[in-house]
């Protein structure tokens, strides 16, 4: 399938990635990518920087290379009552928020916690997707978790860096899962790199395979074209991105 936005990437702001936002975007550009969001992590992860960081974001540029960028963030999840480490105020600063369990912040507890603080989440209405859901140590309720996202109008993102089966070990069988009761209950799907290395920006591959073996109609892929993610945007109640109007 034919992706052109990269929802997931971080910078060496991250405090664990090694590029600069220049050279994300110069990766992008040489990837085919129209479209990326720079999500670093928020700042209850060891080595992220200061909510001032995405707050400050209003200052970035809205082409660099020629190519898209979306201002974002990967929150934290912080406990089961749905809580996200942004702060009020950054939120006028950022076109794009993931929220992702990750184990420094959130402590791997039981299914039944884990399903509670994604819904939670997504009743909070200040998500605009769930990152890397198929990490073994965040077990949750699938069917509940995907239906409440799909009446919400959350995506769930589809993460190529733990396709390749690297990270978050285990993975792999529960993303198809996870894609295949998606499709049947008609949720909108992302695509992220992850990347924490410019080369990796843009890296959809596995992700690709995975929508093309499971067959998710492309129109239910936020990333298919820009249209349809500005779409989502606009969906999803974001101010409309004036630079963005004619692409």
Sequence with gaps: MNLVVDTHTHTYASGHAYSTLIENA???????????????????MPGAPHYWFFSNQRVLPRFIEGVAV??????????????????????????????????PVFRPSDTDSHT????????GGNVDALGHLGNPNFDFDYEQVLVSAKEHNVAIELNNTTLKGNSRVG???????????GKEIGVFFTTGSDAHFCQD????????????KVGVRPDKVITHSVKQFLSFLALREHTPITEYQYL
Aim: net charge negative; glycine share 4%; hydrophobic share 45%.
């Design 26 to 44: 110069r990766l992008a550009k040489a990837s085919g990518l129209e479209m990326f969001c720079t999500t670093d992590h928020a700042e209850s």
């Design 70 to 103: 979306v201002r974002g963030v990967e929150a934290n999840i912080l406990n089961t009552a749905g809580d996200i480490d942004v702060h009020p105020t950054s939120y006028k600063s950022l076109d794009w928020v993931i929220a992702s369990f990750h184990e």
């Design 116 to 123: 509670l603080a994604l819904i939670n989440v997504i009743k």
């Design 171 to 181: 993975s792999v069988e529960r993303c198809e899962e996870i894609a295949r009761l």
């Design 201 to 212: 920006v843009g890296n959809l591959t596995k992700v690709s395979e995975l929508l093309v």
